[in-house]
């Protein structure tokens, strides 16, 4: 397609015709910096997830307005300087993304622990049962966390080790305590948290398995929830354990 056709149908009336215009593959850099200063937010929004951007359409895009596209370009960026300057966003939702980019280094995910935002420190807990192996301080750290959301993840997602576990059991939040406890039954216990099938569907149908090397780590791994942060990382430790201990309504 002409550039000048593509860059023309960035400005049509129709946001079906916009869109498609906005993920065309092909397009030029002078296309692409047109969509960066598109009106639409919905327009940098689709080109944010695009592979493979040129530098400085990902340093533009790090700069828009809409935390979305931030949070979008956080998500599926591969420049590490665009992570950089992500991890330092002035929105903790772009930072909790932006540390579950697998460019992002250790030591910059490490400092994630210590952000002002809940969201930001879950980020740490979310990469360590994605298989980053987060040091067994920091998770107790964690374990500690002024917010009962990092806590209850923690003791929810696999990837943690007993001693953190066992913490987390006699968390003052029941919900945390609770969670923490099925970790420390038996594998072959039916309430182990790994042996709900249900519930490794749920997990399934969204992330990448993969598998740790310190066999001190419990349970298996479960990737960080991709392209889904308000709906999971995001929801009620209350809304979480309805949906995570509700079987399918057929099962």
Known sequence: MPEA????????????????????PAATLPARRAMCVADDPDIRLV????????????????RDESFQVRVALAECTDQPAVVATLLADSD????????????TTMP?????RHDKDWRARNAVVHANSNGREVPVEDLLALAHDRSVNVRYWLA??????????????????????????RWLLAPS???????HDHVQALFGSLVTRSSYSDP???????????ALPDE???????ELFRRLTTPPPNA
């Not at 997830?49 to 340093?59: H, T």
């Not at 001190?216 to 991709?226: I, Q």
């Open 5 to 24: 056709v593509l860059i023309t149908m960035l400005a049509d009336r129709h946001w079906r015709v916009r869109l498609t215009a906005a993920g065309n």
């Open 47 to 62: 080109l944010a997830q695009q592979p493979g951007l040129p530098p400085e359409i990902g340093d533009a895009l790090a």
């Open 92 to 103: 903790g939702r772009v930072r909790a993304t932006a540390g579950q980019n697998g460019l």
């Open 108 to 112: 910059q995910l490490l400092a994630l």
């Open 156 to 181: 929810n997602l696999p990837g943690a080790t007993r001693e953190i576990y066992e913490i987390l059991s006699h968390d003052q939040d029941e919900m945390v305590a609770d969670t923490a406890k």
């Open 189 to 195: 216990n039916p309430a182990y948290p790994a042996n």
């Open 216 to 226: 001190a780590r419990l349970g298996e791994p479960t990737p960080h929830l991709a």
């Open 232 to 238: 999971l990382t995001q929801s009620s430790p209350e």
